[in-house]
Each structure stands twice: as structure tokens, then as C-alpha cells.
């Protein structure tokens, strides 16, 4: 199958997805009950992108094309009022959350549907595995080679992101020590990782053609990369977020990605090379293991830092943008909390250390996510 | 596979209790595990074919009746997994979804009216056809609290199915009583008299059952009642709390349920403990179905069995008919709804205990209603347990990896 050719999109436009946990409201074990909500959603008549995942107890919401950030956190509100009142009428909880913090892999069921079953097929026991939890983020793109300029431009501040949105120190029943232990299940995929580094739109489709030919690849959703393009859209995604524990926080990491695409697009501040990628793996690890704890190596200069410092210090940088998108505050508000060490993953590390009865703490994440 | 003991030799026979206790402890679980692995039914069946077998035998099961003590562990047994039910029930779902409730009421409402109409056909009597019918409401809930748990049920069919059995239990349990104080005015005693009784029952039961979910919450909160040594301290409360019952005249079967309700809406952080809290709840239940199919009496059955089939198929009707009908509109799929029609048929240990309370206070009036039921029970007791399971298991409510092992 040929690449499909790079829709036209509006520059800096967003759209957001959110995977979703559905838990049982007696033990907040996972439960499987994604056929009965859509069935409920779609008697209730929600209006909305709303479409089952690889095991049948997650879900994935989508925004349609959002201007900016006020537009995509009302969206996302909505899209989460109605989810809410469809899990109502089931007693489901639903909730954030990169993780879940005690369900076993084994006892995951996959989706119905042709491409679900071929997934469990050929990855085994990894598809299981993949019951976690992201959210991405699409990019409205100028053009092909434009995407892939931005794509590698931002690849550098994953690490930032990774942080920033991390939700998922639990695994299994145990604390892993990571702020985010659900990249390590995406890892495990052979096409996980990063894109190649090509910066123009006729390299790239090269590119896939060959991987097509091995036969390896039929389509652009077969890479799991952090960032990938998505052709039909004209958007770069960006998929290395855990799922936040609020949409807000949702909302704010899209206006975070919105301001530094706008930097990356309209300074130009630095030109990205194959070199970048030297410590790429490096980086990301940090991040998953230690959050704002990491130390981020400065592919440019090769200066080390501590990413929670690094990431006030991008903020501020990139404080122009923000404001001329409107999102100044809401950028601001990250650097805070990127200063003060706070992330979703401390908040549930905090909650676990005052009752350390795991299923009290998915009640409680449940709880934050149906937050007014 | 089922042991028949039968072949045991006579001298066998006059030993003690204890003695066939250990035997029946030794016999169920190999016959549990037989009928599981060999017909992939729920263990339960083989503890039930041990009862009946034992009974038909007339291998000392009035010994183990008469014993005192062993009906209260058996009390025990069941008030365990009461509570353990009560305290899955969510009660403000009722309120989100409303169609369940209606479900909840079509489904005993239908049961309740076919049933007496057949009570009145057969010629029962009203008093007795009114008693039967409030008694075939019940879904069991101790099999299908012990089911679900066994297959490790999860998902909308098994979480409707709890709640809907608990209802049906409370829904029974008041009508009975209603029933009886009826009766009573009917036998010359004035309306205020009749109301009495009921009314002090009521009251009893619901005192109780807040003593004992104000000294389950307090515990909780102290100790973690996942540990085994927790557990056996709320076996402790459960076991006082049944000595009170039997002092206050309350009722054992809505005292450990409403508690276990009211823990759940009281205090939203979960509740979660060793299954049948522990070994010694769970060896407990074993003895609790063995003695339910000890309890059946052949002879019953001779004569109340075509009116039993009769009863079965209309009681059946009922249930599936009252799921199907506001199934759509309350979120399930048709074919959901129909399971858990099937789901809910189990009727034994608890339509045998209300009808002991009827005897009691009525013995003719305990004898027909029991005759007519005692096939229609004798036969659900088998049954029951399988239609659950194959229910849960048939809209996809059951682990994968079990069907996998039970393959192996």
C-alpha cells in the first residue's frame, strides 16, 4: 500500500485523543465494558469521537480540529460529561492515568475486530501488554517537509513532555520508580523508537516504500513512533504523553506543544541533525525514570542539565509564542509545576503514601477525573 | 463420579458426627473437582450431589441436622456470602439508571404473579399460593454470589445479576413476613395484632444489620482486612451477629445483607477481603451445599414434581421475560438481558429457609407450599449453579484464561 499524500491542515491547529481506563466501581480493577459503553453512549445519543482500543477496558475520545486551547479544553469537557453519564448508567468508573495501577496483563481481553485480532496475532502477549494508557497530540502542519522539519525540531523536547504529563508509576501492583513505567510497554514494540531522520516529503515516502516491500509495514499506523506524521490529517502526532489525570492537564500540555511548534515553525531556532539523535534514547530514559529528577543532555551543546530546571528555562524562551496564542498563563503554570517537581505521577505517589490500598487509589483518580 | 455411599459398611453408620463431617470434608471437594473438571460445571453441583446422594442414602444426615452447632456454622456460611453481596450492591445506581430498577421489579413482579397463579390453579389455596410465590422470587444469592465469585464473573450481566438477586432476596424476605402477618389476622387476631409481628421484625433486623455495619466500618478502618487474621475477626462479628438475630427474632437472611449494603453506601472506599473471607468461611460453604442437598427429600419430590416442571417453566418465563422487557433501555443488548434471565433462575438454600420460617409458624400450610416446591428447588439446586455459569461465561463475562485451563 502507497503513502497516502499530506492533506492541506490549518497551521498550529490541535487535536487531542485521550485512551481512557474503565474500571469496575466494586474493586477498580479493570473491566471490560468498552462494548457496553459505546452501545450506552450511542443510545444516549453523545455526540463525539469516541472508539474502542486494542483490550476491550480501555476507550480513546478524540477532539475534532481546535483553533487553540480554549476551544480544545471545551471539546475534551464535553467529550468527558458525556462519557460520564454514559459509565453513570453502567456504574463504571472511568479515570486518567497512564496506568492502571494493579490490573494484571493476563487478565486483558482483546477488542473485537479484524486489525485488533491480527495485533494479538503477530505481538502475542505484548498486545496484552499495550492495556496503557497515552495521549496525542496533532499539530496542524504548512506543508510535507514542513511536518517533518517540526517533527525532528521537536523531537529534542520529548524528554520535557514526557515528564510533564507522566502518570504512571505504578504497574502491576508495585511502584516502579518510574514517572512514567508506560513508555517501557511501548518500547518492547520493534517499530517503536523514533522516524527516520529524513527532513524532505519525497525521502520520507521513499523510505516507506522500502519498508513496505520487506513487508514489515503496510501502513503509517504499523510505526509506533514518539512523533509520526499522519498524512491524511496534515498533522504531526505526538504520542509520547502518558494520559493526565484531568482534562485540563490535557488541554495545557496540547497549548505547551501548540507554542513551541509555533516557535519551532516561525523562529527557526535551530536546524535539526542526524546527530540530534545521539542522545536521544538517553534523554527519554532520564525522563521516564526520574521526571523532572533527569538530567537532559543539550544535543547542540552536549551541556547537561536537570530536566525539571530545563524545562522553566524552554518555557520562558518560548513565553512569546505562548502569548500570541493566548496561552501565556496556562504555559506559565506548567513551568510552576515543572519548578516545584509536581506532576501527576507525585500526586498519585502522594495519595498512595496516605492509603496505600491501591483500588482506594483508581477511586481516587476516578474522582479527580469526573472533577468539575 | 459422584460418590455413592451406599456401599459403606454399616458399622459406619452409628459413629458420630464429627465423623461424617470429616467424611462429607473429605468426599465434596473431590467431587466438586470431579464435576468441574470432567463436565466443566461449577463446583458447587458436585457439593449438592453429595448432599442428595447422602440423603438418599439415608447416610446419617439427621445427625448432622439435629447438631446445634454445625446449623449455626452453616448460618455462618451463608450470612458470609450475604455480606459479601450486600456489599457489592451500589445502591445509587438504582437511581442512575432507573430502567434497572424497573427490571428489578418486572422480573420479581412477574415471577411473583405467575407463580401464585399457578399456586391458585393447583389449588393452594391463597394463604399457600401467595407464600409459594413470594419464595420463587428469590435468585439465590448465596449460588450466585458463589458462582460469579468461583468463575471470577466480571462486567455488566454479573454486576446486574448481584444486584438484582439482592433485591429480590429483600422483596421476598418483607413479603413473607407481610404474609404471615396476614395470615394471622386472617386467624381472628386484630389488624394492629397481625401488624405487630412484622412491623418488630423489620425493626430488629434493621437495627442489627446498622450494629453490624457500624462494627465492619469500624474494624476496617483499623486493620486491613485483607489479611487472613482480619478476615476471621469478620467471621467473628458475623457469627454474634447471628447469636443476636436468633435472641431478637430478626431475620438471618436480611441482617447480613443489609449490612453489607450499608457498609458499601456509608463509607465509598473499598471493600475488599479474602474471598468468602478466608479458608474457614470458605470450608464453611462447601458444608453449606452439601447440607442443601441433604435437606431435598425424594419423597417431596414424588409428589409435588409435575407441579414442580410447571412451576420451573412459568418461574423461568418470568425471569427472562422481566429482563428482556426494559433490557434495551436500561444499556444491555438483548442477548445480555436474556443471560441474565438465565442468570438469575438459581433457587435453593434461601426458599428452603423461608420456607421453614412458614412451617414454623404454619406447619400445614409449610408442608403443601414445601411439597410443590421441594421439586422445583430439588431440581434448580443442579441446575441453578450451571444456568449462572453458562450465562456468565456466554456473553463473555468470564476470564479467558480460565476457559483455557478448563480446556487443559
Known amino acids: 500500500m502507497a503513502l497516502e499524500s499530506f492533506a492541506h491542515s490549518r497551521c498550529l491547529t490541535l487535536g487531542i485523543e485521550l485512551e481512557l481506563q474503565l474500571v469496575s466501581t466494586h474493586d477498580f480493577d479493570l473491566v471490560g465494558s468498552a462494548p457496553d459503553l459505546l452501545r450506552v453512549l450511542h443510545q444516549q445519543g453523545f455526540v463525539g469521537d469516541v472508539k474502542p482500543e486494542i483490550t476491550n477496558s480501555m476507550i480513546e475520545i478524540a477532539t475534532g480540529i481546535c483553533d487553540g486551547h480554549a476551544d480544545a479544553l471545551s471539546q475534551l469537557t464535553a467529550l468527558r460529561d458525556g462519557l460520564l453519564e454514559g459509565a453513570r448508567q453502567l456504574d463504571i468508573g472511568i479515570c486518567g492515568g497512564g496506568s492502571h495501577a494493579f490490573q494484571h496483563w493476563g487478565e486483558r481481553r482483546i477488542s473485537d475486530g479484524a486489525r485488533y485480532q491480527h495485533l494479538s496475532d503477530l505481538y502475542g502477549y505484548l498486545a496484552k501488554q499495550f492495556t496503557v494508557f497515552g495521549q496525542h497530540v496533532h499539530i496542524g502542519c504548512p506543508g510535507s517537509d514542513e511536518a517533518l522539519l517540526l517533527l525532528h525540531g521537536l523531537s529534542r523536547y520529548m524528554p520535557h513532555l514526557i515528564a510533564l504529563s507522566a502518570s504512571s508509576p505504578f504497574v502491576q501492583g508495585r511502584d516502579t520508580g518510574f514517572d512514567s513505567a508506560r513508555l517501557n510497554s511501548i518500547f518492547a514494540f520493534p517499530l517503536s523508537g523514533r522516524a527516520p531522520f529524513v527532513l524532505s516529503w519525497e525521502d520520507f515516502k521513499r523510505y516507506f516504500a522500502k519498508m513496505a516491500r520487506t513487508g514489515v509495514v503496510e501502513s503509517m499506523k504499523d510505526f509506533y513512533w514518539d512523533i509520526r506524521p499522519k498524512p491524511e490529517y496534515g498533522t504531526i502526532e505526538v504520542r509520547v504523553l502518558d494520559t493526565p489525570l484531568t482534562v485540563e492537564r490535557a488541554a495545557a500540555l496540547a497549548a505547551l506543544i501548540q507554542a513551541l511548534a509555533r516557535w519551532l515553525i516561525v523562529e527557526k531556532p535551530f536546524r535539526p541533525t542526524e546527530d540530534d539523535y545521539l542522545v536521544y534514547a538517553f534523554n527519554r530514559f532520564q525522563a521516564c525514570r526520574f521526571g523532572y529528577g533527569g538530567v537532559w543532555v543539550d544535543p547542540s551543546s552536549g551541556e547537561r542539565g536537570m530536566l525539571g530546571d530545563e524545562i522553566v528555562r524552554l518555557v520562558s524562551r518560548i513565553g512569546h509564542h505562548a502569548a500570541e496564542l493566548g496561552t501565556d498563563a496556562i504555559c506559565t503554570r506548567l513551568a510552576n509545576d515543572a519548578g516545584a517537581r509536581r506532576n501527576d505521577a507525585q500526586w498519585l505517589r502522594d495519595r498512595q503514601a496516605t492509603d496505600p490500598l491501591l483500588p482506594e487509589l483508581v477511586r481516587q483518580q476516578c474522582l479527580r477525573w469526573a472533577e468539575p | ?408
Request: one cysteine or more.
Open chain 2, 1 to 408: 463420579m459422584t460418590p455413592d455411599l451406599s456401599f459403606l459398611p454399616g458399622w459406619i453408620t452409628p459413629l458420630d458426627t464429627s465423623f461424617a463431617l470429616a467424611l462429607l470434608l473429605v468426599i465434596a471437594p473431590l467431587a466438586g473437582e470431579a464435576v468441574f473438571r470432567l463436565l466443566r460445571w461449577p463446583r458447587i453441583v458436585g457439593y449438592t450431589l453429595v448432599g442428595l446422594f447422602a440423603s438418599a442414602s439415608s447416610f446419617d444426615g439427621a445427625g448432622l441436622e439435629l447438631s446445634e452447632g454445625f446449623r449455626h456454622g452453616l448460618e455462618v456460611a451463608m450470612a458470609v456470602l450475604l455480606f459479601e453481596l450486600g456489599s457489592r450492591v451500589n445502591l445509587p445506581w438504582l437511581r442512575a439508571n432507573p430502567w434497572l430498577a424497573a427490571t428489578s421489579v418486572a422480573e420479581a413482579g412477574l415471577s411473583f404473579s405467575l407463580v401464585f397463579g399457578i399456586g391458585h390453579y393447583l389449588g393452594l389455596g391463597p394463604g399457600s399460593s401467595l407464600a409459594l410465590a413470594a419464595v420463587c422470587m428469590v435468585s439465590s444469592p448465596v449460588v450466585v454470589m458463589r458462582v460469579a465469585s468461583e468463575i471470577g464473573a466480571r462486567g455488566q450481566v454479573t454486576e446486574r445479576l448481584l444486584m438484582l438477586s439482592a433485591l429480590n432476596t429483600i422483596y421476598a424476605v418483607v413479603a413473607v413476613q407481610v404474609i404471615l402477618g396476614l395470615l394471622g389476622q386472617m386467624h381472628g387476631n386484630n389488624a394492629l395484632e397481625a401488624l405487630r409481628p412484622p412491623l418488630w421484625f423489620l425493626l430488629n433486623t434493621l437495627l442489627l444489620s446498622i450494629a453490624l455495619a457500624l462494627a465492619v466500618g469500624y474494624a476496617r478502618r483499623r486493620l486491613d482486612l485483607a489479611n487472613e487474621n482480619s478476615a476471621l475477626l469478620l467471621l467473628g462479628l458475623i457469627f454474634l451477629a447471628l447469636v443476636l438475630v436468633r435472641l431478637s427474632g430478626a431475620s438471618p437472611i436480611l441482617v447480613p445483607l443489609l449490612a453489607g449494603m450499608l457498609l458499601r453506601s456509608r463509607d465509598p472506599r473499598p471493600c475488599l477481603w479474602p474471598r468468602h473471607f478466608g479458608t474457614a468461611g470458605g470450608a464453611l460453604v462447601v458444608l453449606l451445599f452439601v447440607v442443601n442437598g441433604m435437606a431435598a427429600d425424594w419423597r417431596l419430590i414424588v409428589g409435588g414434581g409435575l407441579a414442580g416442571v410447571a412451576l420451573l417453566l412459568l418461574r423461568a418465563f418470568a425471569k427472562v421475560a422481566g429482563t428482556v422487557l426494559f433490557g434495551r433501555r436500561s444499556g444491555l443488548s438483548t442477548a445480555q438481558a436474556t443471560a441474565l434471565g438465565v442468570a438469575l433462575l438459581p433457587m435453593s438454600g434461601t426458599a428452603f429457609l423461608l420456607t421453614a420460617s412458614l412451617y414454623s409458624a404454619f406447619p400445614a400450610m409449610g408442608m403443601r407450599v414445601a411439597a410443590a416446591l421441594a421439586g422445583a428447588a430439588m431440581v434448580m439446586e443442579i441446575l441453578g449453579p450451571i444456568a449462572t455459569q453458562w450465562a456468565l461465561s456466554h456473553c463473555g463475562e468470564t476470564p479467558e484464561g480460565k476457559e483455557a485451563a478448563r480446556g487443559a
